[in-house]
């Protein structure tokens, strides 16, 4: 399992992407770029099942600070 963080606007699946099947990854998506005590215990939750590959995916000119 990977553990990708991405923008909430993303408009493509991060399983498509990184040809992964459903439960393959924990997606954790974010707005703004603001991280949130939520999305650091999702995080933590990752760490702490021993995931070791954080990709991280980002989408430029998103709708999430408009």
């Excluded at 408009?11 to 459903?22: N, Q, W, Y």
């Excluded at 924990?26 to 999305?39: D, K, M, P, W």
């Excluded at 933590?44 to 991280?56: G, N, S």
Aim: net charge negative.
């Amino acid at each position: 399992m990977a553990v990708v963080v991405n923008c909430i606007d993303s408009r493509t699946s991060p399983e498509i992407i990184f040809d992964a099947g459903l439960g393959d990854l924990l997606t954790v998506r974010i707005a703004g770029n603001v991280i949130s005590r939520e999305i650091i215990g999702g995080l933590e939750i990752a760490h702490k099942l021993d995931e070791q590959t954080y990709p991280v995916g980002w989408a430029f000119e998103a709708g999430g600070l408009d």
